[in-house]
């Protein structure tokens, strides 16, 4: 694993935005695996900053995203697929046919969930994927459990990951209780996984991921079995190792 120490949250997302841009003009017909979340909003602020003044060229890029709420639409503002709107797909010259976000008014989950899993083998699987941390250790949505999940999949969400996300709500009872997420085989099958980790009350799981046993409790501890991860994480995030 390539641990890439930033100073802060600016400074790693810099870092970030840089690898990710090192994969589009290197493969300008790449596949993307996408995060939300607080963790890469300033690693995609810098893409578009590099897009707006012709460093970048999304036009043959394609997205696949990670998850969505299951039950939010696009237009809702809290959707991931309103998220990634707002943040990128808006912004930069992307193929919005080729952005791929799970279907959260799919109300059969099943069926939602193969949609997605057969998007991912359609386009070819994923070259780098982008990745936050959650609390608890999840990655994606794939929450501290007895067994990995290989594919993808519809989840309860823990109450840890409820209140951590409520602070996008009106309130808890607002966030939705169930999500898709990609599983962990299309996360490990990823040809170069991105982590973006930032604070200080990230440290414990970063020291657990990562220098912590493999285990389905901390499900990014999978990622250490993974030939090419590079987490850039501030100092603060870094702190406990
Ligand atoms: C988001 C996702 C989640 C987040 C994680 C960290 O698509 O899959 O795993 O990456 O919850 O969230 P933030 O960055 O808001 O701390």
């Known amino acids: 694993m390539n641990i890439i120490r930033a100073k802060d949250y600016h400074d790693m997302s810099q870092k970030a935005a840089a690898v990710l841009a090192a994969q589009i003009i290197m493969k300008p017909d790449c ?53 990634m709107d707002q943040h990128l797909f808006s912004k930069v010259n992307i193929d919005i046919q080729r952005t791929f976000v799970p279907d959260g008014t799919e109300a059969d989950s099943e069926k939602a969930c193969q949609i997605h899993e057969q998007t991912i083998a359609d386009v070819g699987g994923i070259d780098l994927q982008l990745l936050g ?29 409820i209140q951590a996300n409520r602070r996008f709500f009106a309130s808890a009872d607002d966030v939705p209780r169930q999500a898709y997420t990609m599983g962990i085989r299309a996360i490990m099958q990823a040809r170069k996984v991105l982590l973006v980790v930032s604070g200080a009350d990230k440290a414990k799981a970063v020291k657990e991921a990562f220098f912590g046993p493999i285990t389905p409790q901390v499900p990014a501890s999978i990622l250490q079995l993974h030939k090419d991860v590079t987490l850039v994480a501030d100092e603060a995030a870094l ?3």
């Open 133 to 161: 941390l959650g609390h608890n250790g999840h990655i994606g949505f794939n929450e501290p459990a007895d067994t990995f999940t290989a594919e993808t999949h519809c989840v309860d969400l823990t109450e840890s990951t």
């Open 31 to 83: 596949v993307l695996g996408l995060a939300t979340g607080s963790s890469p909003v300033g690693t995609y602020a810098q893409l578009v900053a590099w897009y707006e003044n012709g460093a970048l060229d999304f036009s043959k890029v394609t997205s696949v995203n990670l998850d969505e709420y299951k039950g939010l639409s696009g237009d809702n503002d809290q959707s991931y697929r309103h998220f």
């Open 239 to 241: 702190s406990m190792i």
